[in-house]
């Protein structure tokens, strides 16, 4: 068994790709004649593709066949594979490869743990797919956070026992879900949305070597 091993999220952790779910979504909005802005975005953070939609057609009053449902979610995720097919290393947030670097160093296994099915594409197109030794996404999990199995799942992959695992998280679904899985939950943004969390900070340039030092002697 490995001593420790670190989870990231990927969406507003890594990267921002919500600009660009964003933008398939609001266009498919549109097209429905449904009102979706900015904030209405926020609810989407975290939560799967099937669910986003759930919740948009809630918001519009619609009810649809199950073959409209699957077609609009074929819609909107190609969309959103023409904005993100632009990606490259440039969008990786701040300090974070600074970080995977540090932790590569010291062997720790790191995993990825997203709700997204697009994350090992994404994660090719800004060059950090050699950094982990497991991704666990939304291809490979039955139930979606706040349930802990996509953490758990990486724990299993990276031989780390779950309450030796720290994971990064921006989502307040995913910070309950690392704590359902007894892990260390670090948020990631503002700390009045991810009060769960045992740490908080607004991005990776506030998280400093003595503190990951900390996490892994932990
Ligand atoms: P996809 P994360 C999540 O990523 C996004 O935050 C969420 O907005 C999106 O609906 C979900 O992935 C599914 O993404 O449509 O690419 O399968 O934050 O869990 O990395
Ligand atoms: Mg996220």
Not at 18 to 45: P, Q, S, V
Not at 48 to 71: H, P, T, Y
Not at 73 to 80: G, T
Not at 82 to 106: F, R, S, W
């Amino acid at each position: 068994m490995n001593k420790t091993g670190f989870i990231f999220d990927l969406d507003g952790v890594i990267v921002d790709t919500a600009k660009y779910h964003y933008l398939a979504w609001k266009n498919l909005a549109d097209e429905l004649g449904i009102e979706f802005n900015k904030d209405d975005n926020e609810k989407f953070k975290g939560v799967s593709r099937k669910r986003c939609l759930e919740i948009l057609l809630e918001m519009g009053g619609l009810s649809v066949s199950e073959k409209q449902f699957d077609a609009w979610l074929v819609e909107k995720n190609e969309d959103y594979l023409e904005y993100i097919k632009k990606m490259d290393e440039t969008e990786i947030l701040p300090d974070v490869e600074k970080v995977l670097q540090y932790l590569k160093k010291k062997n720790i296994p790191m995993a990825l743990g997203s709700a997204s099915k697009n994350a090992r594409p994404i994660l090719e197109k800004v060059q950090l797919l050699s950094y982990f030794e497991a991704i666990v996404d939304g291809n490979s999990v039955t139930k979606a956070k706040p349930d802990p199995e996509v953490f758990l799942i990486a724990a299993d992959h990276l031989n780390v026992e779950a309450a030796n695992c720290v994971v990064f998280e921006d989502a307040v679904a995913g910070v309950a879900a690392a704590n359902a899985a007894e892990m260390v939950s670090i948020g990631i943004g503002a700390s009045e949305v991810l009060q769960e969390a045992d740490y908080n900070f607004n991005d990776f340039t506030e998280i400093n070597v003595a503190f990951l030092d900390k996490l892994i002697e932990n």
